[in-house]
């Protein structure tokens, strides 16, 4: 069997300006445009391999074991786009194999939760994209390819980018201008580092598709964030990670987490992302700030419940006195601490904080949270050799 063969990891990225709104909802054209931070891949990342040849008989993809289906709208529109850019080589060199009118077998498999608000899709379709690209030899930049990534999941085009990253929303009706751009890699701001709060959720409240839909159709709110607050916001914190300016950089991030949940309740019917425990980790992060007086954490929060609070390493050990003695029960500390650290932290709680001051956390927090994930700013996506596909028979090994 003649097959062609490329793998790639990509990872995940969560916005610090979010993007909710779409003006054209079939090519994922946003209402403003938006901002994040790229994660690294050895905490998170999605692995994807792709193949294809002449006795490839279908379109396939496998995601965490399971056979899924290929037909929605979104996937069919990049498939066709990345073979559309082949057909284009092919044209151009006829000595190419004819790959844009075979099948391909696609074999992906997430390190984390699929579907869990950990921008699975933003990964998952931006791992895609680039693993048919990296198979086509598409000579086109990543900012291009961004753009048939962004059909897939819209926040999917800005993990095409490592470092700190901006969806520019653009302005065509066909989307040739909406694409991702680096505003600066990760060695410009290297000491940017996540602590993920996984909040316990039965399921999510509506998906961040038909939320989106419905919070353009009648919140009054989401009028004013972009016309007037987005288009500000998106200046200052470009110019604050320019600068590394971090208490601008934070200060930012939080207010626009929390202008996009407030369009979400003055949704009709509101839509709730945030839980209690959400709120309670708000409330958290404004105390240890104002305990410092200092801005040492900004959380955000995405189509979820969960928590990811950003800090700068420096300040790791002020961040955990407080987060380790609060969720030291929940599980994801050990792989990245060692014993004598952790003590450390408490330790560091008891010394600092008087008991006047420790009544007022709330100790039950830790319930509604079922692991941490602590992790940093990464890279873009990686060609590897792994690969997923057994190179004789085209399936999954
Ligand atoms: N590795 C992957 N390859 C291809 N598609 C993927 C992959 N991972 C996830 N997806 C697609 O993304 C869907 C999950 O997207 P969904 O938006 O529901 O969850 P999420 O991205 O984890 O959460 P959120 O968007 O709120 O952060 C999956 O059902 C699948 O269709
Ligand atoms: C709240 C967000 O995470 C929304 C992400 O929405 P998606 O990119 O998942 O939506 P679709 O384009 O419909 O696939 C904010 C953000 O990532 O900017």
């Keep these: 069997m003649t097959l062609f063969v490329a793998s790639t990891t990509a990872p995940v990225n969560i916005a610090t300006l979010k ?4 003006r054209d909802k079939t090519l ?3 209402t403003n445009s938006s901002i994040s931070v790229t994660l690294s891949q050895e905490d998170l990342r999605t692995l994807t391999s792709v193949c294809t040849g002449p006795e490839i008989t279908e379109d396939k993809l496998w995601l965490n074991g399971s056979e899924e289906s290929l037909k929605s709208e979104r996937t069919q529109n990049c498939l066709a786009d990345l073979r559309k850019l082949r057909m284009k080589l092919e044209d151009e060199d006829s000595n190419l194999p004819k ?6 077998v696609i074999v992906s498999e997430n390190n984390f939760p699929t579907a869990a608000g950990l921008a699975s899709s933003a990964a998952g379709f931006a791992a895609l994209v680039m693993a048919i690209a990296k ?6 930049s990543l900012s291009e390819i961004s753009k048939i990534a962004r059909k897939g999941s819209g926040s999917a085009c800005r993990s095409l980018l490592g470092g700190y990253v901006a969806w520019e929303m653009g302005e065509k009706a066909d989307g040739s201008d909406s694409k991702a751009v680096q505003i600066a890699p990760m060695e410009h701001w290297p000491n940017m580092k996540a602590a993920i709060l996984v909040v316990s959720a039965s399921k999510k409240d509506t998906p961040s598709t038909s939320g989106m839909q419905l919070t353009v159709g009648t919140s009054d709110l989401f009028q004013h964030r972009i016309k007037d607050v987005v288009p500000h916001r998106f200046v200052e914190m470009k110019q604050a990670v320019l600068e590394k300016d971090w208490p601008t950089f934070a200060e930012l991030t939080m207010k626009d987490s929390n202008s996009f ?6 949704s009709f019917p509101p839509i709730f992302y945030m839980n209690d ?7 958290l992060c404004h105390f240890i700030n104002a305990f410092y007086n200092e801005t040492i954490v900004a959380y955000t929060f995405d189509a979820g419940p969960n928590a990811v609070l950003y800090y700068l390493e420096e300040n790791e050990s002020k961040l955990f006195a407080f987060i380790y003695e609060l969720f030291a029960e929940v599980p994801g500390w050990d792989s990245k601490f060692s014993k004598d650290e952790l003590t450390q932290f408490l330790s560091d709680f008891d010394s600092k904080i008087s008991n006047q001051l420790k009544v007022e956390l709330d100790k039950e927090l830790y319930k509604g949270v079922t692991k941490v994930i602590l992790t940093h700013i990464g890279p873009g996506p990686q060609s590897t050799d792994e690969c997923l596909i057994d190179t004789k028979t085209g399936l999954p090994k």
Excluded: F, Q, R
């Design 277 to 283: 425990v959400s709120k309670g980790i708000i409330k």
């Design 19 to 22: 993007y909710w709104g779409k």
């Design 99 to 104: 790959m844009s009118k075979w099948n391909v």
């Design 135 to 140: 198979l086509y030899e598409l000579p086109d």
């Design 28 to 30: 994922n054209l946003p």
């Design 261 to 266: 949940h407030a369009t979400c309740l003055d």
